[in-house]
Every structure is written in C-alpha cells, then in structure tokens.
C-alpha cells in the first residue's frame, strides 16, 4: 500500500509527468513540446511562463536538429533554473535580516510588514519567522494591524505566546495605522531588532487596500525612517492561478519586496513559485512546508530545482 502511495505521488510529481509525457519518445517533437506544454501548465508554472520555456526549448531544437529526449531533462534544469535566478539571490539557507544603520546611536529594528489574502498562511508565517528570529537572538515584536477581523488578531497572539515574543495589539477595529505605529514605537523603546506587522489582506477593495497600506507605511515611517523596510507576500502555493492574481493585486496595490510560498509541502504544484518568480521578478525568501512552527525554510533555488526533478 505504502509504495502504491509512493507511485501515485511521483505520477502526480512534475518529474513523474514529465516522464510519461516522453515516454516511448527519443526525441524532442512536436508531440513531446506540446505534453510538455501540458506538463507545465498542470504544475501550475503559468501560461505566459510555460509558453517561455517552450519557445526556448523549440528554438534550441530548430537550432540543434536533433534533441533527445533523455537531454530534455538537463535542458529544462537549466531554463527553470535561469527562470529563478533572475530575481532570487542564491543558495541561502540562514534566517538572517540586513543591518539597519542606527540613528542618532539608537538603534533602529527592522520592519517587515506582511500582506497576503486571508487564508494563505500569513499569521502561521509570521509566527515562524518570529521563532526563527527568535532563534538567531534577536528581538523581536509583533504587531497585530490586521484588525478587521477578531480571529486574526487571536490568532497572531497564540503565536506571540507559543514563541514567547511580545504583541502589539489593540480591539478590532481599530486603525491598523495605529497598531502599526504603536507596534514601531514599542519596538524602539525595547531595543527590539525585528518588528513584524500583519495587515489585513482585504482584496475586494483595491483602492481601500492600496489606501489602507499606504497610510500603514506613512505612519510607520514617522516612527523608524524607510520603513518598512521589506513588504512580504504571503501566498499560497497550492492555489495555482489564484496566486498569480493576487500577486498581480498585491503589486498593484502596494510595492511588495519579498514573497512566502505556503503550503508546498502535500502539492506537486510548487511550479507557482517559477511562474512567479519569473513574472513579478520578486524574489521568493521563504517557504511554508507545514503548519509546525520549524516547517518554513529560506528559500534555496538550488535545492527547489533539486526537488521538482525528484
Ligand atoms: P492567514 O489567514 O493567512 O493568517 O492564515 P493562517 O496562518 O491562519 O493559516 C491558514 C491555514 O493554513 C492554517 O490551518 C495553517 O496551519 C495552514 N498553513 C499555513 N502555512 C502552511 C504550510 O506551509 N503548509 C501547510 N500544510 N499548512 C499551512
């Protein structure tokens, strides 16, 4: 039964397709570009990224003559490595967080301010990055701006307490500008390193979500100068299209820096974070791969394109 699983899950993997989309095939045809086609989009790569490859990968046939099939393999290594590398720094694996110059000999904390659609996985991120933090020795605070609805305000205080670090919070329905600016001043009366602000992820308004985080980010730099410092997208990698939209929202409405992928581990899916990567030329920081608190990880391209190949 248990390898019965295993099989199930490697024809669902992309490689598993990749290897039944050329199966009885030496060379690279028509045939093949179009399963491949196919293979990409299913792995939820994205049209525009999946016809990318795909031009390429014709174009080096047309130039080749003959590609087998056994070089595919390499040569997709290759184009969906160079599709990630654009935009992500390397093969990091450390939960590290740049300097920030102090001011006037006071030190100043790195803001992180976190958006993602309700749902994605943002609170169960945040919460993981404060443990990981937490864990290098730094300092950290939370800020609970996301104040539109109870559940999520109790939810970023379950993490606050299971990581044993300090929340800034005030009753639904307050002014998220407000927390966010009592979460920053808090922050520099601590001493603290790091202050990560949740916010609501509201998309049926657009202009309300531009306006709310525009107001955020104002405030919050009377508080600590450029801040924030990094705008983290959460979303969630098992949603296929879906992401891809509300990365197109979100960079509309605001200017976003870095993105989560949650929700990686149990999806074959993880093409999302190339399609992405290559569209919105963010680079991705880290990924949820379970909802314990140690299951988020740097994101590492060298080790992903390792593992959309096993
Ligand atoms: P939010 O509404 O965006 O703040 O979402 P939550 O952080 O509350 O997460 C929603 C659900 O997704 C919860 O049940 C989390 O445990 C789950 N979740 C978050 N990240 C991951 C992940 O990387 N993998 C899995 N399997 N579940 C996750």
């Known amino acids: ?5 295993g099989l199930e899950k490697s024809k669902e993997s992309f490689f598993g397709k990749l290897s039944k989309a050329v199966a009885g095939k030496s060379k690279v045809d028509d045939d093949v570009l179009d399963n491949l086609e ?43 490595a160079g599709l990630l590398s654009e935009t992500n720094i390397g093969n990091e694996t450390d ?18 301010m976190v958006v993602g659609v309700n749902g994605v996985g943002k609170t169960t991120t945040i919460g993981k990055l404060a443990s990981q933090f937490k864990k290098k020795g730094l300092k950290v605070v939370l800020g609970a701006a996301d ?31 407000s927390v966010a ?29 531009m306006n709310e985080l525009t107001k955020i980010k104002r405030v919050m730099q009377k508080v600590v100068d450029n801040s924030p410092h990094d705008v983290l997208l959460v979303l969630d990698g098992s949603t296929g299209q879906n992401a891809f939209e509300q990365a197109k929202q979100f960079t509309k409405a605001t200017e976003v820096t870095s993105l989560a992928v949650t929700k990686l581990d149990g999806t074959a899916k993880g093409g999302v974070v190339i ?14 791969v379970g909802e314990g608190i140690d299951d988020l990880q740097v994101f590492n391209k060298v080790e992903f394109v390792d593992s959309f190949f096993k």
């Open 1 to 5: 039964e248990t390898l019965d699983k």
């Open 38 to 80: 196919e293979v990409l989009v299913a792995s939820d790569v994205g049209v525009t990224t999946t016809l990318k490859v795909i031009d390429r990968i014709e174009a080096r046939v047309a130039k080749d003559k003959y590609v087998g099939t056994d070089e595919l393999n390499k040569i997709l290594r290759e184009e969906i």
């Open 95 to 112: 939960f590290v967080i740049p300097d920030i110059p102090k001011k006037e000999g006071v030190k100043v904390p790195y803001v992180l």
């Open 147 to 177: 104040t539109f609805r109870a559940a999520a305000i109790d939810q970023l205080q379950v993490w606050a307490d299971r990581t044993d670090v300090p929340i800034v919070r005030q009753e639904m329905g307050s002014d998220p500008a």
């Open 181 to 209: 600016f009592d979460s920053l001043k808090s922050a520099v009366a601590q001493n603290a390193d790091v202050v990560i602000i949740d916010t609501a992820g509201r998309l049926h308004n657009k202009v309300n979500l």
């Open 275 to 288: 399609g992405i990567s290559d569209q919105f030329k963010i680079p991705v920081k880290y990924i949820g």
